[in-house]
């Protein structure tokens, strides 16, 4: 997985090969002070108390979460096969920076779906980071209903370092750069969800987020029809190469 500039990659080898790859990093590796412990929330609607409302802003963001759409596409977008499996599914995540693409892979690796301390309902997923990949460590997107006060909110929680297997130029940039690049993507990933939520809950217009060529998923695409369009696109096989790149960038 290494740096292309403004060109296609083979995205059907590229996510094929992730499942002959490994985790980066053991638990007993993770200790501060080398590893960043994160945590982000960000408030999404609020229901009526009690179980989440069918319909409402919690069953809302659970699908927008599992379909990896709050993600901000200006930064990170992924790739995967919408045959497997919440648990266990590869995706292959593509990072941008100032015209530069990083293809790395990271997996599925738990998901939960429970009534916690029987005040919250909880629902989501975490995935750790696999090898040729510029981190080390492990994200987890949760929805949280608290259900005394009907609130919903997006909780992001995590560790990571910086992969030691970066060279000196890659870690160079890491340095002056992925940490405060890391920091806003939080920011923008709730702020992205939420806005999305909203705009399901009020009907209004919003930015249809993900490609679809029969199994094969981009999210979030960057193409903006209505809501309700069906859009189906035909990706070049093999290698759907440029054409998932539907804003232009």
């Known amino acids: 997985m290494r740096a292309r500039l403004l060109r296609g990659v083979d995205y059907v080898s590229a996510l094929g090969n992730l499942r002959h790859r490994q985790v980066n990093f053991t638990a007993e590796q993770v200790q501060p002070p080398e590893w960043h412990f994160d945590t982000y929330r960000q408030y ?25 759409e709050f993600s901000v596409p200006a930064i990170v977008r992924a790739v995967y096969d919408g045959r497997d499996p919440l648990l266990g599914r590869d995706l292959l995540l593509e990072g941008r920076f100032h015209g530069l693409r ?44 608290d259900l005394e006060s009907g609130k919903v909110e997006f909780v992001i929680t995590g ?25 806003r993507f939080y920011r923008q990933c709730g702020a992205r969800l939420r806005r999305l939520v909203q705009d399901r809950l009020t009907g209004a217009t919003a930015a249809a987020t993900v490609l679809h060529d029969g199994d094969l998923v981009l999210a979030p695409s ?8 069906l859009l189906t696109v035909r990706w070049h096989h093999p290698g759907i190469r440029g054409a998932l790149h539907g804003d232009g960038k």
């Open 44 to 68: 999404l609607a609020r229901e009526r108390p009690g179980p989440p409302e069918p319909g409402g802003a919690w069953e809302i963001a659970c699908r927008l979460v599992r379909d990896y």
């Open 102 to 145: 990083f293809y790395m892979g990271v997996r599925v690796t738990h998901v939960v779906d429970e009534t916690r301390g029987g005040s919250q309902q909880v629902w989501g997923w975490a995935y750790a980071t696999l090898e040729g990949h510029l981190e080390r460590g492990r994200m987890s997107y949760e929805l949280v209903k």
């Open 159 to 183: 560790f990571s370092q910086r992969s030691p297997a970066l060279g000196p130029i890659t870690r160079l940039g890491w340095s002056l750069f992925g940490r405060r690049t890391q920091l």
């Open 222 to 229: 960057g193409i903006h029809p209505t809501v309700g369009d």
